[in-house]
């Protein structure tokens, strides 16, 4: 089987970057910046079921991204994880919190509506991220 | 300073084992097998602010507290998530999810009133997880 997003990721997301495990993708709502990474891999579900070298890798991309987030948002805090209870391809959220965000200090998942993007908003987001992602991992 | 749990982590779990960098603590809430990893580090609260090494060394006991307890429980999905909205001491949570259970499918943070363990129950889970814990990492 080749690798192929999750038909609900391809839907409420926007394509950013590859990495060397993950495609990274931007979460389609402009209330919180929010990247999901989605390793290459297909039909796993558990990040613990991974080869312990994909693991390791994993978890350098989604830190990686993290922190770069982190930095471009100036966000108070950022949130990790690994859920999968509604989309089982394994993928890992990577999400900047904002006191006062509209879940703010819940999580975010499934809280309210996603709201759109404007356009310019979306395209310099993804510019800057993909700017940042290029130093760390070309580097 | 010396590493102390956060007060709020202190009251709503039960210690469990200490690994190499983390102690391990059980939420006192009997609707989810739900551990927290908790690096004995001092003023962190970023996952990305550790050092590389300890980055790893966080993941590979996260994920070997995952594996062990979706054995132990037989769970659907593992939850694994640093989120630290509320309580900032950075803290791993790894939290067994089944189909139907008190909050499925949505994540367990925030939900409802937790549910205290009886406590054969808790000590038989207790006894469990340290037993496949010391296998895992004495070994």
Redo the contacts between chains.
Sequence with gaps: MSFDLDPRLEHDTTPVAELPLSRVVLMNDARFPWLILVPHIVGL?????LP?AE??QL??EA??V??IL?KLTDAH??????????V?QLHVHVIA?FEGDAA????V??VGESEPYEDAALADLIENIRAELELAFDA
């Excluded at 579900?45 to 079921?49: F, K, L, S, V, Y």
């Design positions: 579900t558990e990040m613990h079921d312990p693991i390791m978890t350098k830190t990686t993290s922190r982190q805090k950022m949130n990790i994880g690994a859920l999968g209870n509604v089982s919190r703010w200090p819940a999580p998942w499934g």
